[in-house]
């Protein structure tokens, strides 16, 4: 038995027939074909499939897609401005805040939720809420650094 | 996972309506414990009834006797409440550990405790500070709610609508979190509760739990070194791949430390 949702993803309003259990991640990747958020874990615990729902971020492996209705989901394809990058993702490029770029997704999803929270952030609070991002590659300092240089970037 | 109906609940009436006439239908409220179960196929409801379209149950809200907060009130609201942060500051800080800030985006005080994970940090808040749970039912004391492992004194069609915590004195929380889950490995809650000092015990044993002995040398005592010297037994705690009894009875003896430290 399927279902239609109806939702806006980066803007568009999009629909797509899932089964009660069909997870957000699920539709997004192969309803949507919008692949750029991953499944690392696929256990709610590495942050590679953070999204916005709402403008929060949220796990989207670990949310129905049927719960989306309606909802306003930004995904990392709808964060540069068509081919300039978001200051955010130009910080990430610039301070090689990625090794295998697996979690970057997830962590620059991630950091535009710290920011809009805390524009300032601090070193220990940018490590802080990575709590739920993890980096297998273990790259953790130069994400913190693109976090650092992307937030004051978005200051202006 | 294994498939199942979904049902939008339009009220807490309609959600207990479900689940009182099929035992295999299951609510939802945050998910954050219930979708990675299900994920695992741990669980094979009938029908997943979600909570989050019933409107009126996030509210937080505090007055002279304490703060109340609306059962699907999210973690992370509950953190950034200004309200609990006068209030409990203590409740305020617990909120703001758990889990990671997307479990704290979707997870939710009602599910949290409806669940009673024995790692779950709320647990320890509501007993530490006596807190009252309030259902479709009845008002329960928290020292009654939490019955064992992964069990509550809910009933199949008992939904929790929100939790009020009494002001207390001094309180604090410390926990030893896992690294990858943040769950508590060992959590203690210290308060000067209400009705007197209270020490809530997360993550060592099979469910939340007080310790008297520790509780009547804070009231005699309100400082670190009064609990220093107060060990619990190890048998009957959980026992992981992340910590023996052995060592989760000698954390607890060290969060109570650090949390009365931490409270001041």
């Known amino acids: ?156 | 996972m294994y498939n199942f109906e979904y049902k939008k609940a339009g009220s807490v009436d309609e959600a207990a309506g479900i689940v009182g006439a099929d035992d295999e239908a299951k609510l939802l409220a945050g998910g954050m414990t219930y979708i990675p179960t299900l994920k695992q196929r741990l669980a094979a409801p009938t029908t997943v009834v979600d909570l989050n379209g019933v409107g009126g149950l996030d509210g937080i809200s505090a007055d002279g006797n304490g703060v109340t907060v609306g059962a699907m009130a999210r973690h992370a609201a509950v953190a950034a409440s200004a309200e609990v942060a006068a209030a409990i500051p203590a409740l305020a800080d617990l909120a703001s550990h758990i889990g990671d800030p997307q479990v704290r985006n979707r997870g939710t005080i009602g599910g949290s405790i409806a669940n009673n994970d024995p790692a779950a940090d709320y647990p320890a808040a509501l007993v530490g500070l006596g807190a009252t749970v309030q259902t479709n039912k009845r008002a329960v004391a928290a020292d009654d709610f939490f019955t064992g492992l992964f069990e509550t004194a809910l009933g199949q069609d008992e939904i929790v609508t929100s939790v009020s915590f009494p002001r207390a004195g001094k309180a604090a929380y410390m926990k030893f979190p896992n690294p990858a889950s943040r769950y508590a490995i060992v959590g203690v809650f210290v308060a000067q509760a209400a009705d007197g000092v209270r020490v809530a015990v997360t993550g060592a044993g099979p469910c939340v739990f007080r310790v008297a002995e520790m509780e009547a040398a804070l009231a005699a005592s309100w400082s670190a070194d009064a609990v220093a010297g107060i060990g619990i037994s190890a048998d009957g705690l959980n026992e992981d791949i992340h910590a023996s009894a052995e060592y989760r009875a000698h954390l607890v003896t060290v969060m109570a430390k650090r949390a009365v430290a931490k409270a001041g």
């Open chain 1, 1 to 156: 038995m399927t279902v239609s949702v109806s939702l806006t993803v980066n803007g568009e309003a999009v629909s797509a027939d899932v089964e009660p259990r069909t997870l957000l991640v699920q539709m997004l990747r192969e309803g949507l074909g919008l692949t750029g958020t991953h499944v690392g874990c696929d256990t709610s615990q590495c942050g590679a499939c953070v999204v916005h729902v709402d403008g929060e971020s949220v796990k989207a492996c670990t949310m129905l897609a049927i719960q989306a209705e309606g909802a306003d989901v930004k995904t990392i394809e709808g964060v540069a401005d068509g081919d300039t990058l978001h200051p955010m993702q130009q910080a990430f490029h610039e301070n090689h805040g990625l090794q295998c770029g697996f979690c970057t997704p997830g962590m620059i999803m991630s950091a535009l939720d710290l920011v809009k929270n805390n524009p300032d952030p601090t070193e220990r609070e940018i490590r802080e809420w990575l709590e739920g991002n993890l980096c297998r590659c273990t790259g953790y300092h130069n994400i913190v650094k693109s976090i650092d240089a992307g937030a004051r970037a978005m200051r202006g």
